[in-house]
């Protein structure tokens, strides 16, 4: 299973690079990042970051779909190998989290990805949602292709409870989709993970900010 994955935000950045991302924006630590998949991520390059995987089911009575959290928690999506999967109906999935591991400091944001897909003909739609304190909040539906693809919806604020993240919220969220498929059709989802962006709260080093000119900045 994996694990939860903390980094600074030049860290992230430069795995990001390696990964085939591009930055598309740079102001000292001010950039901007861009996905294979069209996916715009703005971050500060003085923050950190957190990622954590599903771990568990969700106990929730409006999870129906009984999705395995095995099937999208990896780090690299394996695509067909293994997903979560429905035709003709619509299913909230939202597993339990991997609790923070190290993170200390206020939380800019909590973002979530997902990787998706329709087969056969007319397509389907997915979209992220958090589960927290018994209701879901959902972000913007995406019409999915045939081949997958990673989208995300960052919620800069706890929409529960329209206040700041706190790290007790962020250890009690719960992640994942609604999708949705058409009768004979489906819509998979091969890979689910959160990003959490926090400011440290404790003074520590910092990397020398230099004006970056590496692949796919223009």
Not at 24 to 47: F, Q, T, W
Not at 184 to 191: D, N, P, R, V
Request: proline fraction near 3%.
């Amino acid at each position: 299973m994996a694990v939860s994955l903390r980094e600074t935000c030049q860290q992230y950045f430069d795995r990001r690079i390696r990964e085939g991302w591009k930055c598309v924006s740079r102001d000292g630590p001010l950039a901007v990042l861009l996905s294979p998949d069209g996916v715009r991520k703005e971050m500060d390059l003085r923050n950190d970051v957190e990622t954590l995987r599903p771990n568990g089911t969700s106990s929730s009575e409006e999870d129906s779909s009984g999705g395995s959290y095995t099937e999208i928690d990896e780090v690299v999506a394996d695509e067909d190998v293994t997903k979560v999967s429905v035709s003709d109906e619509t299913v909230d999935d939202a597993w339990a989290l991997e609790n923070h591991s190290a993170g200390s400091g206020t939380i800019n944001s909590v973002a979530v990805y997902f990787r998706g897909r329709w087969q056969y003909k007319t397509g389907g739609w997915m979209r992220a949602e958090i589960y927290f304190n018994f209701s879901f909040y959902r972000g913007d539906s995406e019409t999915l292709t045939e081949s997958y693809v990673t989208y995300n919806h960052v919620w800069s604020q706890n929409p529960n409870t329209s206040a700041a993240w706190t790290w007790d919220d962020i250890d009690a969220l719960k992640a994942g989709i609604q999708m949705y498929s058409v009768a004979q059709e489906y819509t998979h989802c091969t890979q689910v993970y959160v990003e959490v962006d926090y400011t440290p709260s404790a003074a520590v080093p910092r990397h020398a900010f230099i004006n970056f000119q590496g692949p796919g900045i223009f």
